[in-house]
T-cell receptor
C-alpha cells in the first residue's frame, strides 16, 4: 500500500520568511495530493491540492510542486505570518484508495 | 453550521466499556470516512462508506470496531470492550465522489480517553 513520508517534523521560521515542507510517496498509482492545515484543537482543513497531471499550483502565498518521477511533492509558504503556525499534513491517494497521510510538520512562525 | 458534525466531542470511559460516536456529514456528500488520529501523527484511515455501503475497511479496524451508515446519511462508529490503546481522536470526513479528486471535509472529531 501507499506510504507517505513527511519532513521536517518541526520547522521554525521568522515572520516574513518562507517555509518548505517536503513529502515522498511510494505508490506510483497515486494521483491526488492534498495538503491539510490543523490548528491546535481544531479539525484538519484543506489548504491546497494538486493532481498528477499538473506540476505546480499556486494560491496566493501557498504553492505546491509535484515531481512524479521522483515521487515527491512539496508545500511552499511565502511571507509567513504568525497565523500560519499550525501542523501541516500532506497526503496521497489514487483512484478509490483511501487517503494516506504523512505524520505532520509543526510550523512555528516567530514574530 | 453546514459542515461535518460529530457527537460527542469528548468521551471518557473505563476500559472494557462500549462507546458509540456519531457523524453527520455535509448533506449532499455521499462518501463518509472514519479516521483515527493519535498525538503527533496524521489521521489514519479506518473505513469509508459510499451511501450506505461500507466499501473498505483498514486492518486497523479490529473486530471490536463496527461502523454503520444505515440510511446513507449519518454514520456511527462503535468500539466494544474498549482498551487503553483505543484512546485517540476519531475524525469523520465526507466528500462527493468527484473522480479520484474528492476533497474531504473533516469534522471536529471525538476525543476518546480510555481509563
Amino acid at each position: 500500500g501507499e506510504n507517505v513520508e513527511q519532513h521536517p517534523s518541526t520547522l521554525s521560521v521568522q515572520e516574513g520568511d518562507s517555509a518548505v515542507i517536503k513529502c515522498t510517496y511510494s505508490d506510483s498509482a497515486s494521483n491526488y495530493f492534498p495538503w491539510y492545515k490543523q490548528e491546535l484543537g481544531k479539525r484538519p482543513q484543506l489548504i491546497i491540492d494538486i493532481r498528477s497531471n499538473v506540476g505546480e499550483k499556486k494560491d496566493q502565498r501557498i504553492a505546491v510542486t509535484l515531481n512524479k518521477t521522483a515521487k515527491h511533492f512539496s508545500l511552499h509558504i511565502t511571507e509567513t505570518q504568525p497565523e500560519d503556525s499550525a501542523v501541516y499534513f500532506c497526503a496521497a491517494k489514487g483512484g478509490n484508495t483511501p487517503l494516506v497521510f504523512g505524520k505532520g510538520t509543526r510550523l512555528s512562525v516567530i514574530a | 453550521d453546514t459542515g461535518v458534525s460529530q457527537d460527542p466531542r469528548h468521551k471518557i470511559t473505563k476500559r472494557g466499556q462500549n462507546v458509540t460516536f456519531r457523524c453527520d456529514p455535509i448533506s449532499e456528500h455521499n462518501r463518509l470516512y472514519w479516521y483515527r488520529q493519535t498525538l503527533g501523527q496524521g489521521p489514519e484511515f479506518l473505513t469509508y462508506f459510499q451511501n450506505e455501503a461500507q466499501l473498505e475497511k483498514s486492518r486497523l479496524l479490529s473486530d471490536r470496531f463496527s461502523a454503520e451508515r444505515p440510511k446513507g446519511s449519518f454514520s456511527t462508529l462503535e468500539i466494544q470492550r474498549t482498551e487503553q490503546g483505543d484512546s485517540a481522536m476519531y475524525l469523520c470526513a465526507s466528500s462527493l465522489p468527484r473522480d479520484s479528486y474528492n476533497e474531504q471535509f473533516f469534522g471536529p472529531g471525538t476525543r476518546l480517553t480510555v481509563l
